[in-house]
């Protein structure tokens, strides 16, 4: 899952290698800390926050698969 948010950001963003993804697992949990720049928020977050929401709704399809709940945050 880390990788999928990865790739998702580094798509929208400018400075790609300001982009960080902190991946912290339980055992029916993972928690998901994505970093980017500044300047590059507003690109992750969107609109009323419809780009963030549509990752979020992406990695939880792919959480549902292992059968674990997932958690993101974003963060500058």
Not at 13 to 26: A, N, P, R, S, W
């Amino acid at each position: 899952m880390k990788e999928l948010v990865e790739i998702l950001a580094k798509a929208l963003v400018d400075q790609t290698d300001q982009v960080l993804v902190v991946q912290t697992e339980t055992e029916k949990s993972v928690h998901l800390q994505l970093t980017v720049a500044p300047e590059d928020m507003g690109k992750v977050i969107g609109k009323q926050g419809k780009i963030a929401n549509a990752i979020r709704t992406l990695v939880k399809a792919a959480a549902v698969k292992d059968g674990r709940r997932v958690h993101m945050d974003i963060d500058q």
